[in-house]
């Protein structure tokens, strides 16, 4: 029997098509602390500051991430890295691997982050991809995908790219 | 998720340093490219659709 193969989109979100309450109910946030964090990345993401991208597993949503370009301070040898500002899985898909994804929701997601700045390095140079964590329970999920903890710091991470 | 929320309740936009000391500098410099995972995502993700228009813009 024929089986149906799942269709995943990556859908990129401009400041103006976003509106927040409807937004707000494509997702369960499992905890009020979730909807903080989601509400404040929605307004850096309507003033532009950062770029929603929503993952859509045959038109349901699974989460989305927030990127932003950054630009290092270093005298001599600026560089440019993208920053996962954001990184938010539905209550649902939280725990178990999604079967269409092969994996979990998240690490599809860091997937996706690493192939969107393989693309952007085509046309702009980027050296690495740079994460913080929100707790010290996700590290593993960074780790996992290769990411490295940045020397004297808690818990930065970056994934180098060239 | 990734991401900080300050005291205040905003989300750091970055608290990735802008200026890295010498050793970070060097940490950075000598990591090698993992094109082992780079390959491998590049099959996890061949499938995906990339839109730009929104479902949900008005």
């Given at each position: 029997m024929h089986r149906?193969?799942?269709?995943?989109?990556?859908v990129g979100l401009n400041a103006s098509d976003i509106h927040p309450s409807v937004f707000s109910k494509k997702y369960?946030?499992?905890?009020?602390?979730?909807?903080?964090y989601f509400d404040e990345i929605i307004k850096q993401a309507q003033k532009n500051q950062t770029k929603l991208h929503l993952l859509e597993?045959?038109?349901?949503?699974?989460?989305f991430i927030a990127l932003s370009m950054?630009?290092?301070?270093?005298?001599?040898?600026?560089?440019k890295y993208l920053n996962i500002d954001y990184l938010f899985v539905d209550d649902q898909y939280r725990k178990e691997s999604v079967e269409a994804l092969q994996q979990k929701a998240s690490e599809y997601l860091i997937d996706i982050v690493i192939r969107i700045a393989l693309e952007i390095k085509n046309f702009v140079p980027i050296a690495y991809i740079a994460a913080e964590p929100a707790h010290k329970d996700?590290?593993?999920?960074?780790?996992?995908?290769?990411?490295?903890?940045?020397?004297s710091t808690k818990h930065i991470f970056f994934f180098k790219l060239d | 998720m990734?991401?900080?929320?300050?005291?205040?309740?905003?989300?750091?936009?970055?608290?990735f340093p802008r200026k890295l000391t010498p050793v970070q500098k060097k940490q950075i410099?000598?990591?090698?490219?993992n094109t082992d995972l780079i390959e491998k995502v590049m099959?996890?993700?061949?499938?995906?659709?990339?839109?730009?228009?929104?479902?949900?813009?008005?």
């Open positions: 149906k193969t799942s269709e995943i989109r990556i369960q946030f499992g905890s009020k602390e979730n909807k903080t597993l045959d038109d349901k949503n699974i989460g950054q630009c290092s301070n270093q005298k001599k040898s600026k560089k996700l590290e593993p999920l960074y780790t996992s995908k290769q990411f490295i903890k940045l020397e | 990734s991401a900080k929320i300050a005291k205040h309740g905003k989300i750091k936009q970055s608290s410099e000598d990591a090698p490219v099959q996890t993700t061949k499938n995906v659709i990339f839109v730009k228009q929104s479902a949900f813009a008005s």
